[in-house]
């Protein structure tokens, strides 16, 4: 995959976390990242001064403006040629460290964006890795509607016209939170998770069948929604007949994993039924599998309590 970000994208979106003013550079707008096939070289981005190979965003900190400053003239003016020749993204002076005179001309004959920072480069360097491991982390699209229940991030899946979007607005009115309608947006950011989100256009609404457009926001309050969570739980609604209802395992078998970006998400299959209160059902579910995630499961729990019935019958 690949991902691109401009110089001025990232100052709209991280200036102020990451104390940045642009001192000079400013007619300059070049990508940061052009193609980045995986998070590991996101790492290779960014760093304190490189002369051999430069990163494409340059930190400059004390220990840095020192060792310039040590060089003799012509030493010190061959080093920021040939650092800026190899046209760097930007260069980040952090500490709120003076910007030497000769930096700051060269970055604008050669139309390379300085920035000051009052943050320590360590943390600065850490919550841009961050940022972008974000950026070109793998992601992928699933149709559905993305909900926090309990704290756990809920993935409501099944066909069209089940019933999805009702469900969900059932869920909103016990307390739960929505997350995304119809298209949530799954990213791994670590190997064991993955996070969902909403696409900015569909941030804040809901489709259900009969109303229409709902602006969720609007109608209950930001607390009722929520940006983004892990996603722990795929919930598949199931349309079952009564006859199709009682074949099913009553131990649980309808429990299972489906596979996202490379990651296992334990999935329960919930049949749909008249009156089955499927709102109260997946509450259970997810209680379940928070207690599964301690560690404690009710199926084993019972089959264990039968066996040593047995067994106590048995002597």
């Not at 929505?178 to 996070?195: G, Q, T, V």
């Not at 006859?243 to 970006?261: A, E, V, W, Y």
């Amino acid at each position: 995959m690949s991902d691109s970000l401009s110089v001025q994208q990232l100052y709209d979106s991280h200036a102020k976390p990451l104390e940045l003013s642009w001192i000079s550079g400013q007619d300059n707008n070049p990508s940061i990242i052009d193609v980045i096939d995986n998070q590991a070289d996101s790492a290779l981005l960014i760093g304190y001064l490189n002369l051999v190979r430069p990163y494409r965003i340059q930190v400059l900190g004390k220990e840095e403006l020192n060792y310039l400053s040590k060089l003799g003239k012509n030493s010190r003016q061959d080093s920021l040629e040939r650092l800026l020749h190899q046209q760097p993204a930007m260069i980040i002076v952090v500490d709120n460290n003076t910007i030497p005179e000769d930096i700051q001309v060269l970055a604008q004959t050669h139309s390379t964006p300085l920035f000051l920072s009052s943050l320590p480069g360590n943390k600065l360097i850490d919550h841009l890795r961050h940022y972008l491991d974000l950026l070109v982390s793998d992601k992928t699209t699933r149709h559905g509607v993305f909900m926090d229940v309990m704290s756990i991030g809920v993935l409501l899946t099944g066909p069209s016209g089940i019933g999805k979007s009702e469900l969900a607005l059932e869920l909103i009115n016990r307390g739960h939170r929505l997350i995304a309608d119809d298209a949530p947006e799954f990213k791994r950011i670590a190997p064991n998770h993955i996070r969902g989100t909403c696409p900015e256009l569909l941030t804040d609404f809901l489709e259900v069948r009969g109303l229409g457009i709902l602006n969720v926001r609007a109608m209950f309050g930001d607390n009722a929604l929520i940006r983004y969570k892990r996603l722990r739980l795929i919930v598949d609604l199931e349309q079952m007949s009564d006859k199709d209802i009682k074949t099913l395992d009553r131990l649980g078998s309808t429990h299972r994993f489906q596979n996202i970006l490379d990651v296992d998400i334990p999935e329960v299959v919930i049949p749909v039924a008249p009156g089955r209160n499927i709102a109260v059902i997946v509450e259970a579910a997810v209680r379940n599998h928070i207690l599964a995630m301690n560690g404690y499961r009710a199926a084993d729990d019972f089959m264990d309590r039968q066996q040593k019935l047995i067994n106590k019958k048995t002597k």
